[in-house]
C-alpha cells in the first residue's frame, strides 16, 4: 500500500466514480478475476491502482483501461453526443476480493 502514498488522499477519493455491473462486467468478473469501475478521463493506472488499494483494503495486481466513444445520438434533425467515458479493469491478487453489498452498510 506504498502506491497511496505516492498521491494526495483527496485526488484518490474522486478517480473512481462507479463500478459497473453489467452482464458484460460480471462475465469478466467471473471468468478472469476482474472488477471494473468507471473512472475520471484523466486517471492513471498507478493512481486507479492506489485508489482501490485504499478504498477497499484489498491488494490490486494489474490495471487495464478502456477509452469509450460517447455514442452520436439524434433527435429529429440535431444530433449530439454522449460523454466519452474511462473503464479500468482491476484485476486483485489470488485471495482477495471486494464485495459491494457488505462495503456499502
Known amino acids: 500500500m506504498s502506491a497511496a502514498i505516492k498521491f494526495s488522499e483527496e485526488r484518490l477519493?474522486?478517480?473512481l466514480l462507479a463500478p459497473?455491473?453489467?452482464?458484460?462486467?460480471?462475465f469478466?468478473?467471473?471468468?478472469?478475476?476482474?472488477?471494473?469501475?468507471?473512472?475520471l478521463p484523466?486517471?492513471?493506472?498507478?493512481?486507479?491502482?492506489a485508489a482501490v488499494e485504499?478504498?477497499?483494503?484489498?491488494?490490486?495486481?494489474?490495471v487495464q483501461t478502456v477509452n469509450r466513444e460517447g455514442k452520436q445520438k439524434r433527435s429529429g434533425r440535431f444530433t449530439g453526443r454522449?460523454?466519452?467515458?474511462?473503464r479500468a479493469f482491476v484485476c486483485l491478487?489470488?485471495?482477495?476480493?471486494?464485495n459491494f453489498v457488505e462495503e456499502a452498510k
Request: proline share 4%; hydrophobic share 40%; glycine share 2%.
Open 13 to 15: 477519493m474522486k478517480v
Open 20 to 26: 459497473i455491473i453489467s452482464e458484460k462486467a460480471t
Open 28 to 39: 469478466v468478473a467471473e471468468k478472469n478475476e476482474q472488477i471494473v469501475f468507471k473512472v
Open 42 to 49: 484523466d486517471a492513471t493506472k498507478p493512481e486507479i491502482k
Open 54 to 62: 485504499l478504498l477497499f483494503k484489498v491488494e490490486v495486481e494489474s
Open 82 to 86: 454522449r460523454n466519452h467515458t474511462k
Open 93 to 98: 491478487k489470488p485471495g482477495q476480493e471486494i
